[in-house]
């Protein structure tokens, strides 16, 4: 169990912070737009860009950190939501959506596995990767269509597997009574892990880190972005996992290291989809930052990496109630 | 190892509104589904309210891609037609609808698009572009498209000529154009009403593909393909 004290959705002096501290950065940031806007030295091209960008985090931040607020049934929920958008984009970029029956089967295994994670079914929730797997390898045999099986059967499991079953660990998370800071603060240092890195390769600059793949991304940006992030979970973390096996540095600092490293490398994993299908953004649905993917890419592994780094030091939800909706 | 075959969405990239308004629209599970549900709602009312008949079903290819063409009279013509297909083709049926009237507004663009599965033509300003896209179409992802060529919907019941703009989607290609003719629609919907009027019957009939393997692809050829498909309408309409 993470130590939560008694109390509401603020209990935790934590998840004030995290909350506080983001409007107060969505504000400066605001405010240093405007302020650029006004000394003219930003042309309009790129006040434009600016302006989009924060608009779009004003809409996206209240719809992430909200249902981690409201609690563990939102939780689930805004991560099931999500899943599903980041699938559909995947679908048409891939065009596995022309595969009816497929599709709708990956649809079927995100919902299963949100549902046990709303379930608090720890056994089902594990059991699902597996069976998902043999249930995608087997949907479309009875098609009587073996052209192009092999790579139908292989989108689908990785879809399922990064966006069902890896997103979904996010959504468990929240069976813990103190999931509040730790799920706010996954969801706030994959942001600054992106922005750390793209602020330290623009200062710094210097050598392309992997420029087949990203041709934006250098490696003085990827070290920066993780010795920021470290930096940032570590501290943090040791508030919330005070008096627990995890509060030691050395465990804090890799947890810190395993998010910026797991962010970085979601990233890479989504420009790797891109550059193989020869496209630029997953989606349009985010002015200024392209799809749901481009801007959530960075969860898809930080969410499983850091529930079993949690899970082997402190465990998820242990004394909490199990099967709350399939039990007895 | 080779490359894999990865086809994205032909309407990848564009906003929402203008996907729902792009030639290149592809159906996902949710269109799918609405779609479905939309197409069972209108063949529940049609037989219930306007006891809609189809004969000649036999006439209909195993497989798209086909064009249906029909005489144009009522709002109720593209929802008949599609409402008389099955499986597969019914999925995949694309109503070429007037984009001034079903695209004008978003929410006439989410109903076109999720429900009736419509895509736009541009009265007077559909350009040569458009129809190549739509030609491709055709063949590449096996679609079936619901015609009008009179261009318009009759306000006496008498049918106009038929426009070339068929020939340009079929001249030269092995896509067969399905004659249909429907009888009673501008009783059962006139197109000064604002709504279809239960208790007028509604009848479909579908006669012999025709096959335009051999047209040229040229203005002489698009020309004979409208006349022969008008022919083909015709001859379906009941004497008298």
Redesign the interface.
């Known amino acids: 169990m993470i130590p939560h004290p008694p109390g509401g959705a603020f209990a935790h002096p934590v998840t004030t912070g995290i909350v506080v501290a983001t409007a107060a950065v969505l504000a400066l940031a605001g405010l240093a737009i405007l302020l650029l806007s006004r000394s003219g030295r930003a042309g309009p091209d790129l006040r434009r860009e600016l302006w989009l960008r924060w608009g779009s985090w004003c809409a996206l931040l209240p719809l992430m950190l909200g249902p981690v607020l409201l609690g563990r049934e939102w939780t689930v929920g805004a991560v099931t939501v999500l899943s599903l958008l980041c699938y ?1 984009e995947y ?5 596995l ?2 595969e ?1 029956l497929l ?2 089967m990956v ?1 079927v295994g995100i919902l299963a596995v949100n549902f046990a994670a709303l379930d608090h079914w720890y056994g089902f929730f594990v059991a699902l990767w597996p069976l998902t797997a043999c249930l995608l390898a087997v949907a479309t045999i009875p098609l009587d269509r073996p052209s ?1 099986y092999i ?1 139908r059967t292989a989108l689908a499991i990785l879809a399922f597997l990064l966006f069902g079953a890896g997103l979904a660990h996010l959504g468990y998370m929240a069976n813990d009574p103190g999931y509040r800071p730790l799920v706010l603060l996954l969801l706030t240092a994959v942001a600054l892990n992106d922005v750390a890195a793209f602020t330290c390769g623009k200062l710094i600059g210097g050598a392309k880190l992997l420029p087949a793949t990203s041709p934006n991304k250098t490696v003085s940006g990827a070290l920066g972005a993780v010795v920021v992030t470290t930096t940032l979970v570590a501290s943090v973390g040791a508030l919330i996992f005070r008096g627990t096996p995890l509060a030691n540095p050395v465990w804090l600092i890799a947890m810190g290291a395993l998010v910026s490293v797991a962010g970085q490398m979601g990233d890479l994993l989504l420009s790797s989809i891109k550059r ?2 020869g ?3 997953m ?3 985010l002015p200024g930052h392209g799809g749901v993917l481009d801007r959530f890419n960075s969860l898809l592994l930080v969410a499983p990496a850091i529930f079993h780094l949690v899970g082997y030091f402190v465990g998820f939800g242990l004394l909490a109630p199990t099967r709350v909706i399939t039990g007895h | 190892m080779d490359r894999w075959d990865l086809r994205p969405a032909r309407d990848l990239g564009l906003r929402p509104m203008e996907r729902l308004r792009s030639l290149g629209r592809e159906a996902g599970l949710v269109s799918l589904a609405t779609g479905g549900l939309w197409r069972r709602g209108v063949r529940a009312w049609l037989r219930a309210a306007h006891g809609f008949r189809v004969e000649g079903r036999e006439n209909l290819p195993a497989s798209p891609p086909f064009v249906l063409v029909a005489n144009h009279a009522s709002h109720l013509d593209a929802l008949a037609l599609s409402a008389a297909l099955r499986g597969a083709a019914a999925r995949r049926a694309h109503a070429l609808a007037a984009g001034d009237l079903f695209f004008a507004n978003p929410a006439a663009s989410i109903l076109s698009a999720y429900a009736i599965n419509a895509l736009p033509v541009w009265r007077g300003r559909s350009r040569r572009d458009d129809l190549m896209t739509m030609r491709a179409r055709l063949v590449e992802d096996g679609l079936v498209y619901i015609l009008f060529p009179e261009g318009t919907r009759s306000r006496t019941g008498t049918m106009a000529p038929f426009q070339p703009g068929l020939g340009m989607l079929v001249a030269g290609t092995p896509v067969p154009v399905v004659p249909c003719w429907l009888e009673g629609a501008r009783d059962a919907w006139p197109a000064e009403a604002r709504a279809p009027r239960p208790g007028r019957p509604l009848s479909l009939r579908i006669g012999a593909p025709l096959h335009f393997e051999d047209a040229p692809d040229g203005r002489a050829g698009w020309q004979a393909v409208a006349a022969a498909a008008e022919a083909a309408v015709r001859g379906l309409a009941p004497e008298g």
Request: no cysteine; hydrophobic share 35%; glycine share 14%.
């Open positions: 559909r679908a048409r970029a891939t065009g959506f022309r009816r599709s709708a649809v192009g790579q193989d299908l496209i630029k953004d989606g349009t649905v």
